[in-house]
């Protein structure tokens, strides 16, 4: 009896364990992606990353199977003109939250593989995995 439930622990830990690890201290808050115009070919999308970790996490790279490219990038006002630039990686400090909102950081979401509808699932790359969200689509800030 005590190996069988030893076996039913290593079993769930192997199963656990790559979720676990995965961007380790890093969450996902407040996801959304702003509903675009009909026949847009391009979507943005929010949300807050916080470290709860101890250590820095750096953000590498961002896919999705609903986009053909995911890029992050910041807008910012140059000479009275809204530019947006592609940031390469996205370090957050421990105890950090790092907000993506209109006119700052987000989520360029482009080449759309479908329609879509009330949600799309984005993923996270860090050094150690990756992290999954769900983002719901919505025409204004959660
Ligand atoms: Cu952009």
């Known amino acids: 009896m005590r190996r069988l439930s030893y076996s039913i622990a290593a079993v769930a830990a192997l199963l656990l364990a ?3 690890i995965a961007c380790e201290g890093l969450s996902v808050e407040a996801p959304w992606v702003r509903q675009p115009p009909p026949g847009a070919p391009v979507m943005a999308g929010f949300a807050q990353l ?8 750096t953000v590498s790279t961002f896919d999705s ?10 807008s910012s006002m140059v000479d009275g003109m809204m ?8 370090s957050v400090a421990p105890g950090e939250r790092v907000t993506l909102a209109p ?3 987000h989520l360029m979401l482009m080449q759309p593989r ?4 009330e949600r799309t699932r984005i993923q996270l790359h860090c ?16």
């Open 18 to 20: 790559p979720a676990a």
């Open 50 to 57: 916080l470290n709860q970790g101890k250590t820095a996490i």
């Open 65 to 74: 199977a609903d986009f053909g490219r995911v890029e992050l990038h910041r």
């Open 83 to 90: 530019r947006m630039e592609r940031i390469a990686a996205l």
């Open 103 to 105: 006119g700052g950081y």
């Open 114 to 117: 479908q329609t879509i509808g």
């Open 127 to 142: 050094a150690d995995g990756t992290l999954s969200a769900e983002f719901p689509v919505r025409a204004t800030a959660p």
